[in-house]
């Protein structure tokens, strides 16, 4: 959906070239994070990958990440009103193409267990594990930015998965000068 609010806002700007967009801000890395939630309705586990999770407030504690409007897994995991946040680990690539995939049964074959907060899937093996209440959704063009506020914390020993043009990775410390 384009014709959200802030789009019509906003005075026209210049002319962006989505692919040269997309490719700029491909040279900043992100971590990959994964997001589930309970369903409601149906108390069925739902989840997606994110790249714009990252903290927002210390005081309070607060997170966000943002939702892209055609993304029909943030809808069922905002039913509840809570969602969890696993840091995927290197080693997590499976878990990363198995919640990036449209569909169903996203769950089958990963190892996960219930978030003590709202018994959302934490992947064993995560860098480290949120679970958090959504406390806004702002307009963010054809996103929406999801404010979260932390009720349960967890970091592990694994090192991070990065997302860097294009392509999944690991962190690499710089050598040693
Ligand atoms: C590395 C990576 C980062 C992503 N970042 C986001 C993001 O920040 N926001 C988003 O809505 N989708 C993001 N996606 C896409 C979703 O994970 C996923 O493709 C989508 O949610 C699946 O569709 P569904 O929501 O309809 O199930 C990302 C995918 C990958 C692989």
Redesign the pocket.
């Known amino acids: 959906m384009s014709s959200t609010a802030l789009a019509h806002a906003l005075p026209a700007g210049p002319a962006i070239d989505q692919r040269l967009f997309r490719d700029v801000m491909g040279h900043l890395p992100t971590g990959?994070v994964a997001v589930t939630g309970i369903e409601a309705d149906t108390g069925r586990p739902a989840g997606?990958?994110?790249?714009?999770f990252q903290s927002l407030s210390l005081t309070p504690a607060l997170v966000t990440?943002?939702?892209?409007r055609a993304?029909?897994?943030?809808p069922r995991i905002r039913t509840s009103g809570r969602f969890s946040v696993s840091v995927l680990a290197e080693h997590q690539t499976d878990v990363?193409q198995a919640?990036?995939?449209?569909g169903d049964d996203k769950f089958a074959g990963t190892d996960w267990v219930p978030s003590p907060e709202n018994g959302a899937p934490h992947f064993r093996g995560a860098a480290a594990w949120l679970d958090c209440e959504t406390v806004r959704e702002v307009d963010g063009g054809d996103?929406v930015i999801v404010i979260g506020r932390v009720l349960y914390m967890e970091a592990g020993s694994s090192e991070p998965l990065v997302?860097h043009r294009g392509r999944l990775g690991g962190y690499r410390a710089p050598a040693a000068v």
Do not use: N, P
Request: glycine share 4%.
């Open positions: 990959v997606m990958i994110v790249g714009t990440f943002s939702a892209d993304s029909t897994s943030w990363c919640l990036s995939r449209k996103h997302f």
